[in-house]
């Protein structure tokens, strides 16, 4: 590594610093474990922490990914995807991972930086969109939405009469048809979009790098922003497992001196290590032609390891980690959640086996050999 390459590096991470460092600072202030419990399956005012999304949307981090250019911090993609763990370790009870990666997403496709809160639109069944004198109609339903009848604006990939994929930011939809929740008692939404209207400067199309066929730009985003979030989460599982492990007497001695827990201990933190690897290939991809591929690829193997994880660390916990007084169960409940969004594991995996069966044997190799590049 050259000298200026190591100098941009070691100044990319300062920033990383800063920006981890002022929202830890953030959470300590407004994120506790009343707001947390408060905000796990309500369903009215308590499950939107207005205090903590105010704090965070003053400091400028849901535009983190948005370039300077277009009003935004302008992160690099890296440093965004530690702040979205982060908020995976912490089980923030807010869009703001939606948010930073649908903000870049926008602005990558011409628009402009977006105000207020932001949430992506899960693939379901396919959205209509219809060209009119004043813009744009859509038709159809959403259903998961994260947060949707909470933000200001959502984006959704639509498809036209010949079949053409658009980017849509609809304006607070309102249209909210059955709130319900996951299994980590986030609210998710089942919107009604059909007779909503989107200005010409609310439909743009998707950057090529965001989507391929049958992957929507908003679909590999999110399922982006989730394999972020998932490590977060099996960090903080892991974490927990190792404290209890060494602070947890059995038999006079300390669980971790098992070897049977130190098994568990390694296999769980092979995972993570895995899933981790994944995850930084993806952020490294963020806006180039390999952020599908290396998106899939994240998101089927940190969706496999969240199931492990899960399971040996409140194997490690025994009873008590499946106390709702234990806060083990704010990550594993997020984990279960995240990894069947945006497009499950098994999914992912399928589209990876179409990628490359379509390539041919012998692209395999060259394929992965410009993928790995991204994470150079």
């Keep these: 590594m050259n000298t200026t390459n190591h100098a941009q590096d070691r100044a990319a991470d300062e920033v990383a610093d800063i920006v981890l460092d002022q929202f830890e600072r953030l959470l300590a ?21 207005a205090d903590l999304w105010r704090a965070l949307n003053d400091s400028g981090l ?29 089980a923030l009870p807010l869009p703001l991972p939606e948010t930073i990666a649908g903000a870049a997403l926008w602005a990558a496709a011409g628009g402009g930086a977006p105000e207020g809160a932001l949430t992506l639109v899960p693939a379901g069944s396919p959205v209509r969109i219809t060209r009119r004198a004043d813009g744009f109609v859509l038709d159809g339903r959403a259903a998961q939405v994260p947060w949707g009848g909470s933000v200001a604006a959502l ?16 304006t607070a939809p309102g249209t909210v048809r059955d709130t319900r929740h996951n299994l980590a008692g986030e609210p998710r939404d089942a919107l009604d979009l059909t007779g909503c209207t989107a200005a010409i400067d609310e439909v743009r199309t998707a950057p090529d790098w965001a989507a391929e066929v049958g992957v929507g730009s908003v679909e590999a ?5 989730r394999a972020q979030q998932l490590v977060g989460a099996m960090e903080t ?16 001695r300390p669980l971790a001196k ?77 984990l279960w959640s995240w990894r069947d969004e945006f497009g499950s594991d098994a999914l992912w995996q399928e589209r990876i086996g179409r990628a490359v069966c379509a390539g041919g044997g012998t692209a395999l190799w060259p394929m992965l050999v410009r993928l790995r590049a991204g994470a150079g």
């Design 237 to 252: 599982c892991l974490a927990s497992a190792l404290d209890h492990a060494r602070e947890r007497q059995q038999f006079g």
């Design 258 to 334: 098992f070897q049977a827990i130190q098994h568990m201990l390694a296999e769980a933190a092979g995972h993570v290590a895995a899933a981790t690897a994944s995850a930084d290939l993806a952020a490294a991809c963020w806006g180039d032609a390999r952020f599908v591929l290396a998106t899939a690829i994240a998101k089927a193997r940190c969706g496999e390891a969240a199931g492990h994880v899960a399971a040996i660390c409140h194997q490690i916990h025994g009873a008590m980690g499946f106390t709702q007084e234990h806060p083990l169960h704010r990550a594993t409940r997020r």
């Design 221 to 225: 985003a999110g399922a982006w922003v």
């Design 62 to 90: 849901p535009l983190a990914l948005v370039p300077e250019a277009a009003d935004g911090i302008g992160l690099e993609a890296r440093t965004a995807a530690l702040l979205i763990r982060r908020c995976g370790q912490a």
């Design 29 to 49: 202030q407004h994120l506790s474990p009343q707001v947390l419990a408060a905000c796990d399956g309500a369903v009215d005012d308590a499950a939107w922490p």
């Design 155 to 170: 984006l959704v990939d639509a498809i036209d009469a010949a079949g053409v994929r658009h980017l849509v930011r609809i």
